[in-house]
T-cell receptor, first 112, second 112 residues
Framework: GENVEQHPSTLSVQEGDSAVIKCTYS??????FPWYKQELGKRPQLIID?????GEKKDQRIAVTLNKTAKHFSLHITETQPEDSAVYFC???????????FGAGTTVTVRA | DTGVSQDPRHKITKRGQNVTFRCDPI?????LYWYRQTLGQGPEFLTY????????KSRLLSDRFSAERPKGSFSTLEIQRTEQGDSAMYLC??????????FGPGTRLTVL
């Protein structure tokens, strides 16, 4: 089955700096890669996703890049703000009728 | 609130007791997933329904676990003879036709 590894497990950044989280996956058939943000005690919420036919996608301060050959994808958050503090999970899937396989999560702390 | 809802939000039970959780999907979402999340980990897939049909079950889903979606709307997850290792957050996610899975707030189970 799919194995998703996520690094780092914790990340502390100064407000205004950038944060980068990296994930690798094992199943070459995976073609959908979402990122979820989970605040303490709350449900995971999708913040951005990318399909395998696209190398990069951006939404305001958040961007995701995908390298299919190397089987890794990354989340980039620019101009971090205190409200960006949360646990971020990457995931991979073979497609819409398949389960999501999640990484172990990255706890991001933005220092004011 | 038109999002995915789960009930109860918290459940404390004694080892050996049976528990049942409920998930109500977003209206018209015909695909429903159950995941389990332990502290410090990403959600792990348990089972997947398309309408009332259970299409996939994880090997994590032992014979003590059973899930149903009798009318293709709400779903229930039952755990029989609970064990301390069953303590976790049980998350439900639903989807319509696109890729995005929308998560509920989860049911936190504590087995004493």
């Amino acid at each position: 089955g799919e194995n998703v590894e996520q690094h780092p497990s914790t990340l502390s950044v100064q407000e205004g700096d950038s944060a980068v989280i990296k994930c690798t996956y094992s199943d070459s058939a995976s073609n959908y890669f979402p990122w979820y943000k989970q605040e303490l005690g709350k449900r995971p919420q999708l913040i951005i996703d990318i399909r395998s036919n696209v190398g990069e996608k951006k939404d305001q301060r958040i961007a995701v890049t995908l390298n299919k050959t190397a089987k890794h994808f990354s989340l980039h958050i620019t101009e971090t703000q205190p409200e960006d503090s949360a646990v971020y999970f990457c995931a991979a899937s073979r497609g819409r009728d398949y389960k999501l396989s999640f990484g172990a999560g990255t706890t991001v702390t933005v220092r004011a | 609130d038109t999002g995915v809802s789960q009930d109860p939000r918290h459940k404390i039970t004694k080892r050996g007791q049976n528990v049942t959780f409920r998930c109500d999907p977003i209206s018209e979402h015909n695909r429903l997933y159950w995941y389990r999340q332990t502290l410090g980990q990403g959600p792990e897939f348990l089972t997947y329904f398309q309408n009332e049909a259970q299409l996939e079950k994880s090997r994590l889903l032992s014979d003590r676990f059973s899930a149903e979606r009798p009318k293709g709307s709400f779903s229930t997850l039952e755990i029989q003879r609970t064990e301390q290792g069953d303590s976790a957050m049980y998350l439900c996610a639903t989807r319509l036709d696109g890729d995005t899975q929308y998560f509920g707030p989860g049911t936190r189970l504590t087995v004493l």
